[in-house]
Nanobody, 123 residues
Framework: QVQLVESGGGLVQAGDSLRLSCAASGRTFGRYGMGWFRQAPGKEREFVAAISWTGATTYYADSVKGRFTISRDNAKNTAYLQMNSLKPEDTAVYYC????????????????WGQGTQVTVSS
């Protein structure tokens, strides 16, 4: 079993930045892709960003492109989501997820999910 723990969420003002972390532990399988998703109140969960095992390939939702950056440190089994120029519409619970594959794309199935971290952006 793989455990994922997100951290770094909080309450910020529009225009501020936050950095989310996702630490993987447990029976981590060999090489895995990672992704970030979010769910706002009353809305379905949506894709935010994804990164391959090597970090060479990344994907972003159009709504965050140019503002968010996904990265990872495989030595620490940790992925990050740097969020800049935050907007009120970024308010959501942010989840990280991993899949048993070196690739990670927006529409892929993910095998493990974290519990989420709340990000609230005030105007």
């Amino acid at each position: 079993q793989v455990q994922l723990v997100e951290s770094g969420g909080g309450l910020v003002q529009a225009g501020d930045s936050l950095r989310l972390s996702c630490a993987a532990s447990g029976r981590t399988f060999g090489r895995y892709g990672m992704g970030w998703f979010r769910q706002a109140p009353g809305k379905e969960r949506e894709f935010v960003a994804a990164i391959s095992w090597t970090g060479a390939t990344t994907y972003y939702a159009d709504s965050v492109k140019g503002r968010f950056t996904i990265s990872r440190d495989n030595a620490k089994n940790t992925a990050y989501l740097q969020m800049n120029s935050l907007k009120p519409e970024d308010t959501a619970v942010y989840y990280c997820a991993v899949r048993n594959s070196v690739v990670a794309r927006p529409t892929d199935e993910y095998d493990y999910w974290g519990q989420g971290t709340q990000v609230t952006v005030s105007s």
